[in-house]
C-alpha cells in the first residue's frame, strides 16, 4: 500500500506545517454551523505535497462532514460539473452509512473540487469557471476548490472566484516537520534508519511532504535505511541536472563554455557555490589544479559577500563567473575518469542544526514577551539567561510563568530540566487554587 | 461461476432504471437471483434493485459473487435485441469479464474493479404517507413541469395526493383526490420539495414499465418511490433526497 494513502492524516491537527492556512479553514468550517456562512466557498492553493487535499479531508472529518467529490476519472467538464456538483450543492443527500440528516440540523456535505485550476477548462470548453462561479452563488453547501496556481484558477473567467471566496495559502512544510513525519513513519513501519538519510530526504523534497514519504517508501524495501542507500534514490530531475551542469562546469575547456553551463544550471549562485565547493577536490586530483581553482572560488566567495551586504544582486554575475569559468581554466591536467558527486555536506549539517535553531528561536519569544524587547534581544543576551537559570528558584519561576516546555528548558540546562520542571509544575497548580480562593 | 438466460426486455428494464441515476454499478449475483444498490455521484439519488431467478429462462449460481459493470457497453449489445430474445451471460472470474451472447453474436465485456465501490447501507427512513397511485397523469404533469421549473413540491393528506411544480411566474397543479388513488394511507398532512431533473428521469422510467407506482412521502424528508415489474419478479427503489430549504 502507498505510504502517503497509508499515513494520511485522519485529522486537521495531525496534518503538518501551515497551521496559520489550518486554523482559517477551521474557523470557516465553524462558521456553517450556524448556517450558510457568508463566503460559500474557500480557494486551498499552494505546491504541490503542502498538504492540501490531506486537510480538505480531515476536516471533514474533524466535522463530521461527508464529501462530494468527482473522481480523477471523471471526466470533467461543464456538463458533468453542473449535473454531480450543483445537484449535491442545493439538495439534500443521502449518508452512505444509512442515516438521513438534514443539512438543517448539521449535516453538511463538503464538495471538493480538486485540480480547479486546470481540470475544468480544456479544448475549447470555457464555461467551467463560469459555471463553478454559478454553483457557488446558489449552493447550499460547502465548496472547497483546491489549486497549484492561484492565478491560473482565478485570471479569465475565474476572476469573480477571487472575490466570492476566502482564499487561503498552503505554503511549503519546514523541513524538521517533514523529518519529524518520516521518523514518524520509520517507527511505525519498524525501519532501521539512519537520521542522515532522513534530513537529507526532507531537504531534497523542497517542502512537498508527499514525494518525501514516497522516496523514503522508495528505499525501505528491506526494512533498512542506511547512508549509502541515499545513491540509490532515484535522484530527482534537478538534482541530476545539477550533477550533468557540474561536469560540465568541470570539464569545460574554455571559459565561455564554463560560464554557459553555469547558467543553465537553476540554483542560485550562492547555493552553486556549495554544490562546486563540495565537489571540487573529487573531481581535480592534481594539488596545483586545486590551489588555482580555489582561489578563484574563494575571490567568487567575496562577491556573494558583497551582494549580501549590499543587497546589489547585480554583482551576482561576477560571483558566477569566477566560480564557474574562473574554475575551469584552472586545471592544467585533464580528467576523465567518472566521479560520482556529492550533496553539499554544509546544506546537509544546516537543515540539521535546524531544531536546534528552532528551539532557540521559541525560547526566544517566550522570552520577548515578557522582557518586552524583540528576539533578537533575547538572543543576544541568552547567555546570561541561561546563567541566571543556574539557580533553581529562578528557573523554576520563569518555567511556570513561561510554560517553557522539556526540551526548551534541556536546552538551557540540561539534565536539570526534568527536576525544575516538576517543581515548576507544582507552583502551576498551587496558583490555579490561589486563583480559585481569590475568586470566592 | 454465474450463468444465466434472460429475456432482452427484462435485461432492458434492469439496465435502464439503473442508468437514471449511474454509468457504471456493482451487480450482487447470488443463488436467489440479482441485486444491488447504489448512489449517484452527488449522493442525491439511491437505487435498490433486485431481479429473482426464477423470472431467467436458465440460472445458475452456486456462491455469491458480485462485478462492476460499465452499463453503456451491457446496452450497446442488448439494443440489438428485440424484448422477447434471449440474452445469455456468462461471467468469466479468470478474466475478470462478463460474456453476453445475443443468437450468435458474443459481446466479453471487461468487468470493473469492484474495490473502489464502496457498499452502501439502505438508509432508514420514517416515512408516514404511503401513496399507491397510477403513474401516467403524473408523468404527463412532470413533462408539462419541466419547461419551466427545476423543482417539484409533493404533498399529501388524508384526502389525496397532490404535485405542485413553481417557475418564475408559472404554476402547474396536479390533484389525485382519494378516490382515483389505487391506495392512500396518510393521517396528517406531508409536503417535501425535491430537485424535478431526478425525480422526471424516475417516474419516466417507471411510467414506460409500469401502471403504478408506490409512493412513501415524509415531511423535508427523502421519498421513497418503488414499483414491480413481472409479477414482482423484478423490484425497483428508488430514494432521492429533498431540496434544502433556506
Known amino acids: 500500500m502507498n505510504w502517503t494513502d497509508k499515513y494520511r492524516p485522519k485529522h486537521l491537527k495531525d496534518v503538518i506545517g501551515n497551521s496559520e492556512a489550518k486554523e482559517e479553514l477551521i474557523r470557516w468550517a465553524k462558521s456553517w454551523q450556524k448556517g450558510i456562512s457568508e463566503k460559500k466557498a474557500v480557494i486551498l492553493y499552494g505546491k504541490p505535497g503542502t498538504g492540501k487535499t490531506s486537510s480538505v479531508y480531515a476536516l471533514a472529518n474533524d466535522f463530521n462532514w461527508e464529501i462530494i467529490e468527482l473522481n480523477a476519472s471523471d471526466e470533467r467538464n461543464r456538463e458533468i460539473l453542473r449535473k454531480i456538483v450543483l445537484a449535491g450543492a442545493v439538495n439534500e443527500t443521502l449518508g452512505i452509512d444509512g442515516k438521513y440528516v438534514s443539512s438543517k440540523e448539521g449535516a453538511k456535505r463538503l464538495i471538493v473540487l480538486d485540480e480547479a485550476d486546470n481540470l475544468y477548462e480544456k479544448e475549447g470548453d470555457f464555461g467551467g469557471k463560469r459555471t463553478i462561479v454559478e454553483i457557488i452563488r446558489i449552493t447550499k453547501q460547502p465548496i472547497i476548490l483546491i489549486a497549484n496556481d492561484y492565478y491560473e484558477l482565478t485570471k479569465g473567467g475565474g476572476t469573480e472566484l477571487k472575490k466570492l471566496c476566502k482564499s487561503i495559502a498552503f505554503k511549503k512544510v519546514d523541513e ?47 526494512k533498512r535505511i542506511t547512508i549509502d542507500m541515499l545513491s540509490n534514490i532515484g535522484r530527482r530531475e534537478r538534482e541530476k541536472e545539477i550533477f550533468t551542469g557540474l561536469r560540465n562546469i568541470f570539464r569545460a575547456l574554455d571559459l565561455k563554455t564554463a560560464i554557459k553551463e553555469a547558467r543553465q544550471i537553476d540554483e542560485s549562485p550562492d547555493n552553486l557555490i556549495l554544490w562546486i565547493d563540495e565537489n571540487l577536490p573529487l573531481e581535480y586530483k592534481n594539488a596545483d589544479d586545486l590551489t588555482r ?148 | 461461476m454465474f450463468q444465466g438466460k434472460l429475456k432482452a426486455g427484462f435485461t432492458k428494464v434492469l439496465v435502464d432504471a439503473i442508468s437514471v441515476l449511474v454509468d457504471e454499478t456493482k451487480f450482487k449475483i447470488s443463488p436467489d437471483g440479482i441485486y444491488g444498490r447504489t448512489f449517484d455521484p452527488a449522493h442525491v439519488g439511491m437505487i435498490d434493485f433486485k431481479i429473482k431467478k426464477e423470472i431467467f429462462e436458465e440460472y445458475e449460481c452456486k456462491e455469491e459473487t458480485e462485478i462492476g459493470v460499465d452499463l453503456e457497453k451491457l446496452k450497446d449489445i442488448i439494443k ?31 468487468l470493473l474493479d469492484t474495490s473502489e465501490m464502496r457498499d452502501t447501507k439502505a438508509p432508514s427512513l420514517d416515512l408516514p404517507a404511503e401513496i399507491v397511485a397510477p403513474i401516467a397523469e403524473i408523468a404527463q404533469a412532470i413533462k408539462v413541469a419541466e419547461s419551466f421549473s427545476d423543482h417539484v413540491t409533493l404533498m399529501a393528506d388524508s384526502e389525496g395526493f397532490q404535485m405542485i411544480a413553481e417557475g418564475d411566474s408559472d404554476v402547474l397543479e396536479l390533484k389525485l383526490s382519494k378516490d382515483k388513488l389505487y391506495n392512500l394511507k396518510c393521517e396528517e398532512k406531508v409536503k417535501s420539495m425535491f430537485p424535478l431533473d431526478y425525480f422526471s428521469k424516475m417516474i419516466k422510467m417507471a411510467g414506460s414499465k409500469s401502471d403504478e407506482i408506490t409512493i412513501n412521502l415524509g415531511n423535508d424528508y427523502p421519498i421513497k418511490l418503488s414499483f414491480e415489474i413481472a409479477e414482482g419478479n423484478i423490484k425497483i427503489i428508488y430514494l432521492l433526497a429533498p431540496r434544502i430549504e433556506s
Open chain 2, 80 to 110: 440489438i435485441a428485440t424484448n422477447e430474445e434471449i440474452i445469455e451471460f456468462q461471467h468469466d472470474k479468470s478474466e475478470g469479464r462478463l460474456i453476453v451472447t445475443k443468437g450468435n453474436i458474443t459481446r466479453k465485456l471487461s
Open chain 1, 176 to 222: 524538521m516537520e517533514i523529518v519529524s513525519i518520516l521518523k514518524k513513519i520509520c517507527r511505525a513501519e519498524n525501519i532501521e534508519t539512519d537520521e542522515r538519510v532522513l534530513y537529507h530526504i526532507a531537504h531534497r523534497c523542497d517542502g512537498d511532504v508527499r514525494s518525501a514519504i514516497n522516496d523514503l517508501q522508495s528505499i525501505s524495501y528491506n
Open chain 1, 293 to 440: 581553482a580555489y582561489k578563484f572560488l574563494s575571490k567568487s566567495d567575496v562577491f556573494l559577500g558583497r551582494v549580501h551586504r549590499r543587497q546589489y544582486y547585480g554583482l551576482w554575475s561576477y560571483a558566477s563567473e569566477l566560480m564557474s569559468g574562473g574554475v575551469a581554466v584552472s586545471k592544467r591536467h585533464s580528467y576523465r575518469e567518472f566521479t560520482k558527486y556529492n550533496f553539499p555536506e554544509w546544506l546537509l549539517r544546516m537543515s540539521k542544526s535546524r531544531e536546534y535553531r528552532q528551539i532557540k528561536l521559541q525560547i526566544a519569544k517566550k522570552f520577548s514577551s515578557i522582557m518586552h524587547c524583540s528576539k533578537r534581544k533575547v538572543l543576544e543576551i541568552l547567555p546570561i539567561i541561561k546563567y541566571l537559570f543556574l539557580k533553581d528558584d529562578f528557573a523554576i519561576l520563569l518555567t511556570s510563568k513561561l510554560n517553557l516546555t522539556q526540551t526548551e528548558l534541556e536546552f538551557m540546562i540540561g539534565d536539570r530540566a526534568k527536576k525544575i520542571l516538576e517543581q515548576a509544575e507544582e507552583i502551576k497548580k498551587m496558583d490555579k487554587q490561589a486563583l480559585l480562593f481569590d475568586f470566592e
